[in-house]
């Protein structure tokens, strides 16, 4: 990064990633209701500096219940580990789904997750 705060030579501005976000994985138990999908921070934790930016939201009311989704663009730097119908957790607590991840450029340096926030998420 030089003096000035501009991007660096691989298009991120690395001041730019001031959120910490967790990587949780699907692990399936099997209880009264059949096998249940749950998801839970991996072993060993993963986590990754990120940028955090909101693309659109919007209210959603099916079957009489009121729910609220998210779109996320999210840039973290380059993790194989971070894949598609994974979650992500940040430390407020919020989780998204992660719908699409694209390999920038294709140079193994940065990617953008796109994900899905369902519920609460503030």
């Known amino acids: 990064m030089n003096r000035r705060g501009e991007l660096n030579s691989l298009g991120i ?23 249940e ?4 921070p991996a072993t060993p934790p993963v986590t ?21 989704l998210t779109y996320l663009k999210v840039e973290i730097r380059y993790n194989p580990v971070f894949t598609e119908q994974k979650r992500i957790q940040q430390d407020n607590g919020n989780q998204y789904i992660i719908q699409h991840v694209e390999n920038v450029l294709e140079m ?3 990617m953008t997750l796109l994900c899905l926030g369902v519920g609460a998420n503030n």
Do not use: H, M
């Open 108 to 110: 193994n340096a940065y």
């Open 37 to 40: 999908t749950t998801f839970a």
């Open 48 to 68: 990754a500096r990120a940028r955090i930016e909101t693309i659109r939201g919007e209210e959603a009311v099916k079957a009489g219940l009121d729910g609220s």
């Open 13 to 35: 501005n690395p001041g730019q990633l001031r959120w910490v976000v967790t990587l949780l994985e699907p692990t399936s138990a099997i209880g009264a209701a059949g096998v």
